[in-house]
C-alpha cells in the first residue's frame, strides 16, 4: 500500500498564503497521478488540484491563477501552493494517489486542515 502524510495546513487571514505538502511512502508507482481534494463541513470532497508523472497539471476553475500544484519525483512528494485565500478555501485538505496503470489502486491521506477566517 502507499502511505500518503499531509503537512502545512493552519489558519490563515483571508489573502493569506499556505503550502500544503504530501509525502508519499510504500509501494509507489512510478506512473501516477497525486492530487488534492479538499472537503468543508456538509459538503462533498471536491477535486481542487491534480498532477500527474509528467508535470501535466489540473486545477478545479475557482482556484485558478490562485493555487499552484507542484511535486518533486524523487523525493515522492507533491505540494500545493495556496495564494489569496478565501473563506470559501476553508476546508480539510486530503492528499490523493491513484496508480495510472490500475486506478484501483487509489489511497488518501489523513487529511490537514486548512481555515481561513478574519
Known amino acids: 500500500q502507499v502511505q500518503l502524510v499531509e503537512s502545512g495546513g493552519g489558519l490563515v487571514q483571508p489573502g493569506g498564503s499556505l503550502r500544503l505538502s504530501c509525502a508519499a511512502s510504500?509501494?509507489?508507482?512510478?506512473?501516477?497521478?497525486m492530487g488534492w481534494y479538499r472537503q468543508a463541513p456538509g459538503k462533498e470532497r471536491e477535486l481542487v488540484a491534480l498532477?500527474?508523472?509528467?508535470?501535466?497539471?489540473n486545477y478545479r476553475d475557482s482556484v485558478k491563477g490562485r493555487f499552484t500544484i507542484s511535486r518533486d519525483n524523487p523525493k515522492n512528494t507533491v505540494y500545493l501552493q495556496m495564494n489569496s485565500l478565501k473563506p470559501e478555501d476553508t476546508a480539510v485538505y486530503y492528499c490523493?494517489?491513484?496508480?495510472?496503470?490500475?486506478?484501483?489502486?487509489?489511497?488518501w491521506g489523513q487529511g490537514t486542515q486548512v481555515t481561513v477566517s478574519s
Open positions: 490523493r494517489f491513484i496508480a495510472t496503470m490500475n486506478s484501483r489502486y487509489a489511497y
Open positions: 510504500g509501494s509507489i508507482f512510478s506512473l501516477n497521478t
Open positions: 498532477i500527474n508523472s509528467g508535470g501535466s497539471t
